[in-house]
């Protein structure tokens, strides 16, 4: 079974520039996720799709970053415009539809800005 | 507010001792429990997840944690370390109806030969 795909792997921009990420979850997971990951630190999760509906964004700085979820497959992470604090690896993560299952990984995006 | 703890930044421990990485959490209501791996410049692997049933649940690569509900806890256990275990670990609390996830800082496992 293939995994969660991220791309690209890493990323260096300077500040106010925009960038995207990309996920490609696995296949059928209803559920994908995007988490911040700053160096040091737990992951803190920026949004959550159910299918390609949003069920939780609520810690998402929704004045600069912004996700969408076409069609329940694929999605991506955008930041327009980046600030230094925003320097970290970005995680995309899915699972399978409910609460008893386990989120699968990507590799992440480390981010840059400088 | 709801909070999952982990209060060791750093666990070291010699080769073929057991281990321990300890976690709390503060979730309301019956919360799902899970911990996760992350070796360096990788993303987080599922190690093993308490659901119901029996307190001690065994995970991958001789991994087990055990609940205990009174004290909030799902401490990760190992009875016999490996240098290769050596990576940062994750405890995941999520709650039931709200289907929200909540991370631990994060522990960094170092086993020494």
């Known amino acids: 079974e293939a995994g969660v795909a991220q791309s690209p792997r890493y990323k260096i921009i300077e500040k106010r520039q925009s960038v995207a990420f990309w996920c490609n979850p696995i296949?059928?997971?209803?559920?994908l996720y995007w988490y911040q990951q700053i160096l040091g630190q737990g992951p803190k999760l920026l949004i959550q799709f159910q299918n390609n509906g949003v069920v939780d964004d609520s810690q998402l700085p929704k004045d600069r970053f912004s996700a969408e979820r076409l069609k329940g497959v694929d999605s991506t992470l955008k930041i327009q415009p980046a600030k230094l604090e925003d320097s970290a690896v970005y995680l995309c993560a899915s699972s399978s539809e409910g609460a008893i299952y386990e989120q699968y990984f990507g590799p992440g995006t480390r981010l840059t800005v400088t | 507010a709801q909070s999952v703890a982990q209060p060791e930044d750093q666990v070291n421990v010699a080769e073929g001792n057991p281990l321990t990485v300890k976690c709390t959490y503060s979730?309301?209501?019956?919360?799902?429990l899970f911990w996760y791996v992350q070796y360096p410049n990788r993303g987080l692997q599922f190690l093993l997840k308490y659901i119901t049933g029996d307190n001690l649940v065994k995970g991958s690569y001789g991994f087990e944690a055990e609940f205990n509900k009174s004290q909030t806890s799902f401490h990760l256990k190992k009875p016999s370390a490996l240098v290769s275990d050596s990576a940062l670990y994750f405890c995941?609390?999520?709650?039931?109806?709200?289907?929200?996830?909540?991370f631990g800082s994060g522990t960094k496992l170092n086993v020494k030969p």
């Open positions: 979730v309301s209501g019956n919360p799902y």
């Open positions: 995941a609390v999520r709650e039931r109806n709200f289907n929200k996830f909540y």
């Open positions: 296949s059928g997971h209803a559920t």
